[in-house]
């Protein structure tokens, strides 16, 4: 009987390993319960997901459509909130469209492109776009050294720690126009910033007018966007292996040394992340420089968001507005998609990852 039960595993064994080498549908195998005989029958097994003969997983009707039904409420909310607008700005700026043809602006005059020569021709557009990328240009250049450094300043732990990482954090949480405003009063004339000046014996002129104003626009905006720099630094060194500082000590690697080869490597993601995203943030800046110097802004800060403003709502050349809306979109776009590719490049290059 030893015997024969051993006999009646090893073909039960056997049968199980040849129906998952067998083509087609998946079978479950077990014993005949029913007759007792212990002979493995081979039953059709009711799965999901099952193995076909090229070695691909085949899944059911629920689990292959699921993805798109989990996708609708955010592609909806998609296209309300961005491909709409996107679309609406686009056909506005083939209309001309001002303040006498706004009540029937879908029966506005069409004119294609002219818009757009107009903007080219005959505004201060190529002004406004050298403005605001060299200021955001200058700007983020100048932030990120001073957020790299406040983020290895407080890495490690010290008494006080968490008050000065609270008080680095007070430029990046007050709003734009509180920024703007508070400065605004430090530069106006008889101002701090000028008395501060004077105790030096140094007579700065305007900052909120003259020549002065793109350097005072710069200053500012540094000093309102650093903070963000900080954080993504300070999240790129927490990923920093606590096993790597302790080889570095133990090798003898100085203090220069151990920021170059073990701490910079790791913050080259998040640096270049922050860089994209802080010109883009500049670019598009309209609040502060608005609120900073007002409106008519002087002409060292008409940036493309305040000229744009000004066609607009005070020149009432709503196409012709619409057309540098559109402008400043392929502006912003530029750099965005060159990381993004810059990214693909660089998650294709490493180990694992998809050509």
Known sequence: MMTTASNSASETRRAAQTARRAPGPAYAVGPDTASGSGVADAVPAIAVGVETPGGRRRRGPSERNRPLWMMIPGGLLMIVVIIVPLLLGIYMSLLDLDQYTLRQWVEAPFIAVANYVEAVTQTELFHGVWLSVSYSFIATIIAMPIGIAAAVATQ????????????????????????????????????????????????????????????????????????FIYLLALAGLQAVDHEVHEAAALDGALWWTKLRYVVFPYLRGPISLAFIIGMLNHINNFTLPFVLFGIPAPHDVELLPVLTYVTSFQSFRFGLSAAMAVVSLILIAIPLFVYLRAVKLDDAETPGGRK
């Open 156 to 227: 490690n732990a010290f008494k006080g720690r968490a008050v000065v990482r609270s008080v680095f954090l007070i430029p990046y949480v007050l709003p734009s126009f509180v920024v703007a405003t508070v400065w605004r009063t430090m530069f106006q004339p008889g101002g701090i910033v000028e008395h501060a000046f004077h105790l030096f014996g140094a007579d700065p002129g305007l900052f909120l007018n003259g020549p002065n104003t793109y350097w005072t626009l710069v200053f500012v905006q540094i000093w309102a966007s650093w903070p």
